[in-house]
């Protein structure tokens, strides 16, 4: 049933996009909404599973993919 609300709720407000990030030597994949800052050392978004923002800095280039639908 969660699934419907799902759907309906996407085809409303928008897919999120996926983020696909590898740090420190892991790979995260999240689908993401509401983007605050977009650097080379410094991502900062919205998980949509969790509801909450995500701040990730490093000292290194941080390696990214993001697909929008």
């Known amino acids: 049933m969660s699934n419907?609300?799902?759907k309906i709720w996407y085809w409303i407000v928008g897919?999120?996009?996926?983020l696909t990030y590898w740090f420190e030597g892991k790979e995260f994949l999240v689908h993401v909404r509401k983007f605050r800052?977009?650097?080379?050392?410094h991502i900062?978004?919205?998980?949509?599973?969790t509801e909450k923002y995500v701040a990730i800095k490093s000292d290194t280039p941080i390696k990214y993919?993001?697909?929008q639908e």
């Open 4 to 6: 419907i609300l799902r």
């Open 15 to 18: 897919y999120p996009a996926e």
């Open 37 to 41: 800052e977009l650097k080379p050392n």
């Open 44 to 49: 900062t978004f919205m998980n949509v599973e």
């Open 65 to 67: 993919i993001l697909k």
